[in-house]
């Protein structure tokens, strides 16, 4: 598998290349690596295919990253996996964005 170090030296167009089986694949740290860029850059398919766990592991600051254009694809089960901590860290906008991801 990747290594975090390489992980972090992937531009925004090798993380758009990732397929739903790698991005599955990725732990807590490795998503942790990436910086608010790589994770903006993520597609609304690839948000997606984040499983709850992954989206439950995330660091606040992680979790930020997405974009308020981004957060609206997430499914009802990331959102659910979403915890309180991690809600009271996020921008106005993104929670009114959590809200039409199924809240």
Known sequence: ?????????????DL????????????SAQLGALDSDQIGALTSTQVQQLTTAQVAAMASDTLNALTSA?????????VA???????????????????SAGI
């Open 70 to 78: 981004q957060i609206p694809s997430l499914t009802s089960a990331q």
């Open 1 to 13: 598998g990747l290594t975090t170090d390489q992980l972090v030296n992937f531009s925004t167009d």
């Open 16 to 27: 758009r290349a990732m397929g739903s089986q790698a991005l599955r694949a990725l732990n």
């Open 81 to 99: 996996a979403i915890g309180t901590a991690q809600v009271a860290t996020m921008t106005t906008e993104d929670v009114v964005a959590l809200g």
